[in-house]
Nanobody
C-alpha cells in the first residue's frame, strides 16, 4: 500500500532542535511531487508549516516559522526533511507530511516543554 511515513519526532526542551523525515513507501515515489509539512496541535486546526517544489528549488514557510525551520529533500533517497531549530512550546503538535493525490502520513509527535 502506497503511503507516506514520517519519523524524527520526540520530546525536547525549548531552544533545541529536531529533524523530521518523510519518505514514500509501498511504491510511492516522491520524485516529481511537491511535498508539504503540516501540523495539528490539540484543539486546533491543521496548519501548513512548509512545502517544497519537486526540484527543491522553491520552498515556502508559514509566517510563524520566522526562519527557524528549513525544508529540504533528497530525491535519491526519496525523502523530504524538516529541520526545526529554536523550538518553542507553541511548536508542540503532531506533524504530518502530504503529497498530491491525497497522501498523508500517520504523523509524528513533537513535544517542546521544559
Amino acid at each position: 500500500q502506497a503511503q507516506l511515513v514520517e519519523s524524527g519526532g520526540g520530546s525536547v526542551q525549548p531552544g533545541e532542535s529536531l529533524t523530521l523525515s518523510c519518505a514514500g513507501s509501498g511504491g510511492l515515489n516522491l520524485d516529481g511531487y511537491a511535498v508539504g509539512w503540516f501540523r495539528q496541535a490539540p484543539g486546533k486546526e491543521r496548519e501548513g508549516v512548509s512545502c517544497i517544489a519537486p526540484s527543491g528549488g522553491t520552498t515556502n514557510y508559514g509566517d510563524f516559522v520566522m526562519g527557524r525551520f528549513t525544508i529540504s529533500r533528497d530525491n535519491a533517497k526519496k525523502t523530504v526533511y524538516l529541520q526545526m531549530n529554536s523550538l518553542k512550546p507553541d511548536d508542540t503538535a503532531v506533524y504530518y507530511c502530504n503529497a498530491p493525490g491525497g497522501y498523508w502520513g500517520q504523523g509524528t509527535q513533537v513535544t517542546v516543554s521544559s
